[in-house]
């Protein structure tokens, strides 16, 4: 960012022409780094490598993220730095960055059109992550409710980076200005603190520097439970392997799963009711999340079904939309390491070009020799 020719532009411009300038600049190198230019708006979203990613994280998240690059511009990050908040194996860690990319890869989305990286590649999250956190009260971090559940009673020996995750999210959203932002709901309060976050230092500085960006609450429709208790989010952290079905899961896996998934017993045929039948309620909201169509156009041929037809005709369904991502990100981790990290690379200096401009500004509002 320290260019020669920057600093004299700064010094030689009135403050306001220069702001502008930069605006225009940042504005300017979106459709130029990214691809299309009739997009509305920026998307950005993340999820930490840690682990498989699972059908909920898929028909919740991902699948959406893939629609989306129709109509916006997309950054889709591997928030590495988020996940280390709590202990990570470094080489599994390394190896889970590799495969989140394989994953977001082979769910379809477009390393051409969208931008792929991983958080710790570009610095200006952790940067502006502290810049953000001298402008965040202590209360509104005391009130965040991930915090607390994930700090339990041990809360002295709870390490700062849990208790400023939220901050880290908000400069990852900010730094490139994003508008929209899917999420799950779990999310929805880190995300309102991003907006009061910026809303602070935009009045700190009597400047529009950040948009306050919307959140877009995924899975809504398609919040996917888990098959062993209809009443629990389909989890990562879960100890029943049964629970979920991940999306590196092969064929045989994924219908053994299915046929597994805890059912009732005492209804007659297969119908949606979400109170007395939770479970059979999940699988055919899964069922019609994998066929795009709407529950009750789903349950239509299986009125006088029984558990075991329908469980194979959903695990028929699930085994041919879910196989080919397994099958890819199988074949991306075995034979396209080199690829994979190009792309990570390429995503990597395409965020950090735009990140630079708004660090740039960031850096003159707080009165850093820029
Ligand atoms: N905290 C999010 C989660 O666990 C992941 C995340 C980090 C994120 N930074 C983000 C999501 C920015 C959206 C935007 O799901």
């Not at 609450?217 to 991940?246: C, N, P, Q, W, Y």
């Not at 795009?292 to 695990?315: I, M, R």
């Amino acid at each position: 960012m320290k260019t020669k020719s920057k600093q004299y532009s700064a010094r030689i411009m009135p403050f306001s022409v220069f702001l502008s300038f930069i605006l225009v600049q940042l504005s300017a190198k979106l459709p130029a780094i990214m691809a299309g230019n009739q997009k509305e708006g920026l998307v950005f979203s993340g999820v930490q490598p840690t682990g498989n990613l699972h059908l909920g994280n898929y028909l919740g998240a991902i699948r959406q993220w893939v629609r989306m690059q129709d109509s916006h511009h997309c950054i889709y990050c591997i928030v590495d730095l988020h996940a280390i908040t709590v202990f990570q194996n470094p080489e599994a860690l390394r190896e889970s960055i590799l495969t989140t990319a394989a994953t977001y890869i082979a769910c379809g989305v477009d390393p051409k059109r969208s931008i792929i990286f991983n958080q710790s590649a570009v610095p200006g999250h952790s940067e502006l992550a502290w810049i953000l956190g001298c402008h965040t009260p202590l209360g509104w971090l005391n009130r965040m409710t991930q915090f607390k559940e994930k700090a339990g009673k041990h809360r002295e020996n709870a390490v700062l980076g849990l208790y400023s995750y939220p901050v880290l999210m908000a400069a990852d959203i900010l730094l490139y200005k994003a508008t929209h932002v899917p999420v799950g709901e779990d999310q929805k309060q880190h995300l309102e603190l991003a907006r009061d976050i910026a809303g602070a230092f935009n009045r700190a500085y009597n400047q529009d520097v950040f948009p306050l960006p919307e959140p877009l609450i995924l899975g809504g429709a398609t919040r996917v439970m888990s098959l062993r208790d209809g009443s629990k989010k389909m989890s990562k952290s879960d100890e029943s392997d049964f629970s979920r079905i991940h999306l590196t899961d092969d064929a045989d896996t994924i219908r053994r799963k299915i046929m597994k998934a805890k059912a009732d017993m005492e209804f007659d045929g297969i119908y949606y009711d979400a109170e007395k039948r939770p479970e059979i309620s999940n699988l055919l909201t899964i069922l019609a999340a994998l066929q795009d169509v709407s529950v009750e156009e789903a349950q239509k041929p299986f009125a006088n079904a029984g558990n075991k037809e329908f469980k194979e005709a959903l695990a028929d369904v699930a085994v041919s939309t879910l196989s080919p991502i397994s099958t890819e990100i199988q074949r991306l981790i075995r034979d396209e390491r080199t690829y994979l990290m190009s792309i990570l690379e390429e995503g990597a200096d395409k965020s950090r070009k735009l990140s630079e401009v708004t660090l740039q500004e960031v850096h003159q509002l707080v009165g850093f020799l820029a």
